[in-house]
């Protein structure tokens, strides 16, 4: 037995549920009882209900303050887009154009994800550092990414954009 936030509509809700095996040997959850919408449920009332309830079930003591969640991160167009990169070959052709022992930062990792920003949600880079902080980004840390560093990588993808150009077209072009 254990509380839980679910969502729905927008709103986040506090639930007791417990969890059991069915017939099949399916883990299923049974909810117990609705302790309200979270919004609504007054912080001063909501820790000893929730204090009250570890004690009957000999948890640890927690308070409401615990129970805040951070938001989820959407991840799966940016796999897609992870994957299609490495399958159509971008990453080879850029890295091999963009190969430099002066620079400090990944150029195509920032081109890459820059890439993938404008084919899901179109922003300017400014826009893009705010959308990072919604999605989970496969191969770059986040936080290693910064505005001086997305212009840095545009300069050079400029500086190099004919060998890019053509490494891309060998990479794409069907054999002969």
């Not at 095996?21 to 209900?49: F, M, S």
């Not at 940016?78 to 890295?95: R, S």
């Given at each position: 037995?254990?509380t ?6 927008g709103r986040?809700?506090l639930?007791?549920?417990a969890?059991?095996?069915?017939l099949q040997e399916?883990?299923?959850i049974?909810?117990?009882?609705n ?10 009332k909501?820790d000893?209900?929730i204090?009250g309830l570890?004690r009957?079930?000999?948890?640890l003591e ?11 991160r ?18 080879h ?9 002066r620079r400090?930062?990944?150029?195509e990792?920032?081109?890459r ?8 949600n179109?922003?300017?880079?400014l826009g ?8 989970a ?7 290693t990414i ?8 545009m300069d ?8 890019v ?12």
């Amino acid at each position: 037995m254990c509380t839980r936030i679910s969502s729905s509509g927008g709103r986040h809700y506090l639930q007791m549920v417990a969890g059991y095996r069915d017939l099949q040997e399916k883990v299923k959850i049974k909810l117990l009882a609705n302790l309200g919408r979270l919004d609504r449920l007054p912080t001063e009332k909501l820790d000893p209900l929730i204090k009250g309830l570890n004690r009957a079930v000999e948890c640890l003591e927690n308070t409401a303050h615990e129970l805040l969640h951070a938001p989820s991160r959407t991840y799966g167009t940016v796999f897609v887009l992870h994957e299609l990169w490495q399958d159509i070959g971008f990453d080879h052709a850029l890295k091999q154009t963009l190969r430099s022992n002066r620079r400090s930062i990944d150029v195509e990792a920032r081109v890459r994800a820059m890439v993938r920003n404008r084919l899901c949600n179109p922003s300017s880079k400014l826009g893009y550092l705010r959308w990072l902080e919604t999605i989970a980004m496969p191969a770059i840390p986040p936080q290693t990414i910064t505005h001086q560093h997305l212009l840095r990588a545009m300069d050079t993808l400029m500086d190099n954009s004919g060998a890019v150009e053509k490494a891309i077209a060998r990479q794409i072009r069907p054999p002969c």
